[in-house]
């Protein structure tokens, strides 16, 4: 019994820090942007009800709420506290030193005594500052994970536990980058290790889009077709080999971030409501997050993130538009949509190859980069063909493993 409330406590602390980290990038990138200098609502504060409904839904919040000074502005899960005073230890800590404030709480307060069904719960006070200064302060009460002898915990070690060779080989890569340029005279060892952590990278890759293949079958083969359109394309339009490497590599990670989204949304045969399809839509956030600070897989961080942007500015998940678009996403947003046109699904027929091109071309100057379009559509039946056929040959091995060594390459050379 020892060792796995050892565990819980542990768990505690690590998902404090997680929230905290969370909750105030909303309070960031959300809340400040909706609270004027003088601590109230710009004309379009409703738009957080649209993130906190997401954060109730799949998320653990319980409640959330705004204060300025010892008042409350607003109230999620109870409204009849909007306008109402509390004397907060805490809150007033907060605003004093403008600092996060977080701790485990059993509810009983005078201002959140309606939560005390809940459980333990993390109250964590986050300020909100204008030009130096502490207008309001945000307030979010997050459920505490519980105890179980046998549970996601151990589930969540098992998981950690494969991934220990991929992140033993990225701590490996800095070392030796730093080797390098420090020990000449050890040259063929770091050649040897450099050639395994090539690998590494390149299983690891492979590993992590078959485990989305594993989440949701109907996308069995799917990385390893746009792989190979996309070298396809990419001679086409004659990048340069860092380029290349960029949209293979990209091509394997860019729905990566599906990981997140829960199996009752991806394995879904029928339309979805309007929260599960924002939740989906993060999957390119959480994908970019998975990625950004690998010095070599963030190289491919603005594909995963901007996939799904179009060029009329109706994508998401920022709405850019046209040349705003990163130019490999915008290669990527086309082989993507293409192979889904001639791929089944439960909810579709698969297009044959005319009509998947069709489509393509219906949407140029729309959806697509019209340029990019024109390029696209200079792939023949033929080609795509010898594409489908070469998915489980060693052509697939061999290209990926390429593009991991190009771009390695580039990140030592810088």
């Keep these: 019994m020892i060792l796995p409330v050892i565990v819980y406590f542990v768990e505690l602390s690590g998902n404090k820090h997680k929230f905290i980290e969370r909750l105030d990038k909303l309070t960031r990138l959300e809340l400040a942007n909706i609270i004027d200098e003088k601590g109230e609502?710009?004309?379009n504060y409703p738009l957080i009800e649209d993130s906190i409904n997401d954060l109730y839904n799949?998320?653990?919040?319980?409640?959330?709420?705004i204060w300025v000074g010892n008042k409350i502005l607003y109230s999620f899960a109870n409204k009849s506290f909007i306008g109402r005073k509390f004397i907060n230890e805490e809150l007033i800590e907060s605003i004093k030193k403008n600092?996060?404030?977080?701790?485990?709480?059993n509810p009983g307060k005078n201002e959140n005594y309606y939560l005390l069904d809940k459980g333990l719960l993390l109250e964590?006070?986050?300020?909100?500052?204008?030009?130096?200064?502490?207008?309001?302060?945000?307030e979010y009460y997050t459920v505490a994970p519980k105890l179980f002898l046998l549970g996601p915990q151990t589930f969540a070690v098992i998981l950690f536990a494969s991934l220990i060779p991929f992140i033993v080989y990225v701590i490996l890569y800095r070392e030796f980058k730093n080797a390098i340029k420090t020990l000449d005279n050890f040259d063929n060892k770091l050649k040897v290790s450099y050639d395994k952590l090539g690998i590494s990278y390149?299983?690891?890759?492979?590993?992590?889009?078959?485990?989305l293949e594993m989440k949701d079958v109907e996308t069995e083969g799917h990385a390893e077709r746009?792989?190979?359109?996309s070298l396809n394309i990419a001679n086409k339009l004659?990048?340069?080999?860092?380029e290349t490497g960029q949209i293979v590599i990209g091509a394997y990670l860019h729905d990566i971030g599906k990981i997140s989204v829960p199996d009752s949304i991806i394995l879904k045969n029928e339309a979805l409501l309007d929260f599960e399809r924002k939740i989906v839509q993060k999957h390119v956030l959480m994908g970019y997050k998975l990625v950004e600070s690998d010095e070599v897989l963030s190289t491919v961080k603005d594909l995963i993130l901007y996939h799904h942007e179009k060029w009329d500015g109706t994508g998401y998940i920022h709405g850019l538009k046209g040349e705003e678009i990163p130019f490999i996403a915008r290669i990527f947003s086309i082989i993507d949509v293409f192979d889904a046109l001639v791929s089944e699904r439960p909810y579709k027929k698969a297009y044959n190859f005319n009509e998947a091109m069709d489509v393509i071309k219906s949407y140029s100057g729309s959806y697509f980069d019209p340029a990019l379009v024109e390029v696209f559509l200079t792939l023949t039946e033929n080609e795509y063909n010898d594409i489908v056929h070469n998915i489980n040959s060693m052509k697939i091995a061999n290209i990926i493993n390429s593009a991991i060594t190009v771009v390695l390459n580039n990140k030592v050379a810088i």
Aim: proline fraction near 4%; aromatic fraction near 12%; avoid cysteine.
């Design 202 to 211: 390149s299983n690891s890759i492979k590993s992590l889009s078959k485990v």
């Design 41 to 43: 609502f710009k004309p």
């Design 58 to 65: 799949y998320g653990d919040i319980v409640d959330f709420r």
């Design 99 to 105: 600092k996060i404030i977080s701790e485990y709480v």
């Design 124 to 138: 964590t006070y986050i300020p909100i500052t204008k030009s130096g200064k502490v207008v309001a302060v945000a």
């Design 226 to 229: 746009v792989a190979l359109i």
């Design 238 to 242: 004659k990048l340069n080999s860092y």
